[in-house]
């Protein structure tokens, strides 16, 4: 039986701020980290070592994650896509990464270049690497319920997809509604069939919420069992190579929801609003989240 603690993978300092027009000073982001971890958050993405021509916004990575006053008991994985990221992180002292592909061949030309076996072609070494450095690793699927080039996305594929990430050593897939573009039923259903493959303790999911869904399938999931999930502080985030996506589902009110619900996540709602707020501040815009549009409203 699935137990009542909810795992969160905050990502806001990577997938919220890897599509943000503003630049924030690496001494922002360094600073959006640690406030993150203050919160009680235990697994903050803090970066991703990508090429800069393809991500400018993450070309600090090395910086951000050097300058971060690690709190022990919390991890901070970033994105590697190569063996060059992979050195790239370990030069500066990482221990967690997450490697990523997709289950649409479309999305996975338009977001690194190579082709979804192409790109597990380049993970195996970067994870036999990991192994030998005991480096932990996370895998990502994107586009698990639809993809902005190719549609529909079938669920053959993301089962196949998470269950090679899942056997070639990640001890945790995370699944991606990369343009949030699911709905609950089909979220479960998609949830369901990857859990033939990899065990459910070893799965998380990853919404996005352009169409408003993000809260409802993360309700349909925990129902099927899931104990992770991923979200971003203020509902900052999206992938720059997937047309019209937007932000992550809010990390305050997923936490809002969970805690509603009698499940616990260790974090405080109070501090994480008072970080939402912060956040929304410094990139100039009204917050995503609506606990922190509730908590902060005149
Ligand atoms: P490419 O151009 O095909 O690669 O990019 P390449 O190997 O031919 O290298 C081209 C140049 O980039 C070379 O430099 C390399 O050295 C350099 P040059 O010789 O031209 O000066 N390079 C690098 N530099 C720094 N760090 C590196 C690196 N690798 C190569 N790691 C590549 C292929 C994968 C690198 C590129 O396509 C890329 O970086 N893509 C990343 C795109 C990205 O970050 N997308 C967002 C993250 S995924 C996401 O958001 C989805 C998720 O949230 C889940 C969901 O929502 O579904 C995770
Ligand atoms: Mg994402």
Redesign the pocket.
Known sequence: PATDHVRIVE?APR?GL?NEKTLLPTATKIELIERLADTGLKAIEAT????????PQ?ADAAEVYAGIRKVPGVSYPV????L??YE?ARSVGVTEIAV?TAASEAFSRK????SIDESIERFEPVIERARVDGVKVRG?V??VLGCPYQGEVPVADVVRVAARLHALGCYEV?L???IGVGTPAKARAMLRAVAKEVPMSALAV?F?DTYGQALANILACLEEGVRTVDSAVSGTGG???AQGASGNVATEDVVYMLHGMGLHTGVDLDRLVAVGAWLAARLGRETASRVTRARTAA
């Open positions: 990502v997938d890897q991703s070592f990508v090429s800069p021509k393809w991500v993450m994105l590697v896509p190569n060059t990221g790239r990523f977001n690194i270049n190579a990502y994107s586009t995370s991606g509604d990369t990853h996005h992938c720059p190579y």
